[in-house]
């Protein structure tokens, strides 16, 4: 069954043209990553989703349900956790659920429960009484979740969720978003760590102005590209290289400085160029120490399809 379902959806603000006749469908039970650049019309896309901004043109179906005949009940099988943290800092955490959970129709004891159940999930069940305010960055990050999930959504949207966080509520939250999948729910992700992606999503679409510009498991998105080789050369002193002149060797198709002195070239697998990188090096007086062939990941699909990284 899809669950999301959205046809030549077009959103323009004034001029600009933040969605572009997009189509896209999410299948129930997916952890579906959506990707893109900023200013792909991502969080655009996700804000008509929720009806928190109203379409140019274009259908909406959720749950098998037209948006616009069905807003109402639509809204109350989703839940939203947003990019920037919305919490009441003058509320506790277990107000904060309470007053986000009954604005979905929970009242009286199942609205109590629900809240504490959501706490409970969160890690956060020794805190009900705190507020955000004394919280670190990733509690409040596992709140806002809670916030969103006690209604026990059917859809749940996650925009950047882990942004800005420490490492262990970062592992913490991953794992809470496979428990909530394994329970039943489809879920929509979006992240600037391509690592996050390519652990949690079973399926990945990436937008770029405004629309869908490849879709597909990370398998098949990978299959776009399989033309290409990536190298990662580590050498004695990056500074040293002419990176203009290694894009300039035939089939390279891109040339970046990472850390430890190392650069990644990505070339077309077909054009065998090696020993003309090693002789552009020799030649700007580089030392080899290290060479070796990597596996094409998502972040290289990234790359050739937008020709930007992911937190351009």
Do not use: W
């Not at 323009?12 to 997009?22: G, M, Q, R, S």
């Not at 006690?150 to 800005?164: F, S, Y």
């Not at 089939?251 to 160029?273: C, D, F, H, R, W």
Request: proline fraction near 2%; aromatic fraction near 4%.
């Amino acid at each position: 069954m899809k669950i999301v379902e959205i046809e030549q959806l077009t959103k323009k603000f004034e001029k600009n043209i933040a969605v572009d006749n997009l189509d896209l469908a999410i299948e129930e039970g997916q952890i579906f990553g959506l990707l893109g650049p900023n200013g792909a019309g991502k969080s655009t896309t996700i804000s008509v989703l929720c009806g928190l901004l109203k379409k140019t043109s274009g259908v909406i179906r959720l749950f098998g349900e037209n948006q616009e005949q069905h807003g109402i009940e639509i809204k109350q099988r989703i839940g939203l956790v947003p990019q920037d943290i919305a919490l009441y800092n003058d509320l506790s955490a277990f107000e904060n659920v309470r007053f986000f959970a009954g604005l979905y129709g929970l009242r009286g004891k199942a609205l109590d429960m629900a809240a504490e159940t959501a706490l409970e999930f969160v890690g956060l069940a020794d805190k009900r009484k705190d507020k955000p305010g004394t919280f670190s960055g990733g509690m409040k990050r596992r709140l806002n979740i809670a916030c969103a999930i006690a209604h026990k959504p059917a859809l749940i949207i996650m925009d950047e969720p882990t942004v800005g966080i420490d490492p262990q509520s970062r592992n913490y939250i991953l794992k809470s978003i496979k428990k909530l999948n394994a329970s039943g729910c489809t879920i929509i992700y979006t992240s600037h760590y391509m690592e996050e992606v390519e652990e949690l999503c079973d399926y990945i679409a990436i937008i770029d102005h405004g629309k869908v510009i490849a879709e597909g498991t990370k398998e098949q998105l990978v299959s776009l590209v399989s033309d290409m080789k990536e190298m990662r050369i580590v050498v004695d002193d990056v500074q040293k290289i002419d990176l203009e002149d290694l894009r300039t060797i035939s089939g390279i198709q891109l040339v970046e400085v990472m850390a430890g002195n190392t650069v990644k070239i990505t070339s077309n697998s077909e054009v065998n160029n090696l020993n003309k990188v090693l002789e552009a090096l020799i030649r700007q007086s580089v030392e080899v120490i290290e060479m070796n062939q990597q596996t094409l990941n998502l972040e290289t699909v990234f790359l050739n399809l937008t020709g930007r990284k992911l937190r351009d």
